[in-house]
């Protein structure tokens, strides 16, 4: 039953049934959109999975639409989603009653849910993609689409299947400054491409200073650690090694490289139309990793190059400056969130034609134009195809670290390493049970 369907059903059921109801109402009728200008027809009902700060950003602009209402929260750790909870009420008042759990499955089997926001750590996204495509709710899930290539390649097929809309949150994709980068490479005005620089975060210290505890911490009342973990191995629990700060342990996620190639490389991809294939060589590889504590073992410093089969060529650097500088014949462009630079007053001052645009309907709020997506159809900015190939390139170049490549080799259409056993292990992640890589 989908949530149109369940919406009339509620409407027209007496205050006795729907007390009753499997699904109990979970918001009132004028909230759900019943009495409001925006129909229910025209309302996505939104269920938030993952209720740290990047989700409870994330959400932000969809409490802020009249297009869309949030109606669910789901995080393991209690206090993550009371804090999302207090935001939902700011917003729609004190009696706001959003359907609260600590289990994503709860979410995924109701039907009075349209689509769901995930923004967990990057280990849970493909099963929560997975099973919500299966359920037939449309998707915005925060990048990189998976923490490994088998993992976004499930991702892939179980939304193509499924025909609902997916947009994963590299949302520089929506700001006026990289689409202006991206046609003026695309268009030809800087001539033939000879150069393309990406400058992504070295690990900057955002890690706790302090080293850990000698043992293990009690694990809080308020969270579901074993849940927290899901597919990964059960590590003992440290609260340095959860929100926030999983992201610089390859057990959770691929540090800074997988953290940012979602943005500015993605960008360098679209420039350069490669975002619909996958490398076919890392080059170059270099990387020292975070050696200060044991709970994080990402790479601190790194550098590598993407080669495609075109010819094409990004490369990738902590220590190019942060961005993206796009080189050719004719001119260059650097750009950088809220900076944009070019080499000519020519170049800054060119009107570029609306058809000769990627994006011709230019700039617009990523969360937007998902939910332009979802309620009409029309193609999301973000894809999760592109978004799979481009975290292909993060991991494939994490593997190269790890295994001490300095190249890797890759056949795109197998998906498979070329001549490479020893960088398996570091290509796909081995799930815990009882969970199990979707099929």
């Not at 992504?200 to 579901?224: H, W």
């Not at 650097?317 to 961005?323: E, L, M, P, T, V």
Request: hydrophobic fraction near 40%.
């Amino acid at each position: 039953m989908h949530r149109r369907h369940f919406l009339k059903t509620l409407a027209a059921t007496t205050a006795t049934a729907a007390a009753t109801s499997a699904f109990p109402q979970i918001v009132r009728a004028e909230t759900l959109g019943l009495n409001a200008a925006t129909s229910p027809g025209n309302r996505l009902a939104i269920a938030l999975i993952g209720c740290g700060g990047q989700g409870r950003g994330d959400m932000g602009a969809f409490l802020a639409s009249k297009r869309a209402q949030v109606v669910a929260l789901c995080d393991p750790d209690d206090e993550m989603r009371d804090k999302a909870l207090a935001r939902v009420r700011e917003t729609y008042g004190e009696t706001a009653a959003p359907f609260t759990t600590r289990d994503y499955r709860e979410i995924i089997s109701r039907p009075d849910i349209d689509a769901v926001l995930i923004a967990t750590p990057d280990h849970w996204h493909c099963l929560a993609a997975t099973a919500a495509a299966r359920a037939g709710k449309h998707i915005y899930c925060e990048k990189p689409a998976a923490s490994s290539i088998p993992e976004g390649r499930a991702m892939v097929g179980a939304i193509t299947r499924a025909g609902i809309t997916c947009q994963i949150g590299s949302q520089q994709r929506s700001s006026s400054e990289f689409q202006r980068a991206i046609d003026l490479a695309r268009g030809g005005y800087l001539g033939k491409i000879t150069s393309v620089k990406v400058g992504l975060p070295r690990d900057t210290q955002m890690r706790p200073k302090n080293p850990p505890p000698p043992r293990p911490e009690q694990i809080p009342d308020t969270f579901d650690y074993n849940h927290w973990l899901g597919p990964c191995e059960a590590l003992p629990y440290f609260k340095d090694r959860v929100h926030f700060q999983w992201r610089w342990s390859f057990a959770f996620a691929g540090g800074q490289v997988s953290d940012w190639i979602g943005h500015h490389y993605d960008i360098a991809a679209l420039a350069l139309d490669v975002a619909r294939r996958q490398p076919v060589a890392i080059r170059n590889a270099r990387a020292t990793f975070i050696d200060d504590s044991p709970l994080y073992n990402t790479a601190r410093d790194y550098s590598f190059e993407a080669h495609y089969a075109n010819g094409a060529v990004i490369d990738v650097s902590s220590a190019h400056r942060d961005g993206l500088t796009i080189t050719g014949s004719e001119g260059w462009v650097y750009v950088a969130r809220g900076k944009i630079d070019c080499s000519s007053e020519t170049l800054r001052r060119l009107v570029i034609p609306a058809q000769s645009r990627l994006f011709a309907n230019g700039p617009k709020n990523h969360m937007d134009q998902f939910i332009d997506a979802a309620l009409t159809g029309s193609a999301p900015r973000c894809p999760v195809n592109e978004a799979h190939n481009i975290a292909a390139a993060a991991h494939l170049a994490n593997a190269a670290f790890r295994s001490g490549r300095s190249e890797l080799r890759w056949n795109p259409a197998t998906e498979t390493p070329v001549d490479a056993p020893d960088t398996a292990p570091f290509l796909r992640r081995t799930y815990r049970a009882p969970w199990v890589l979707p099929a």
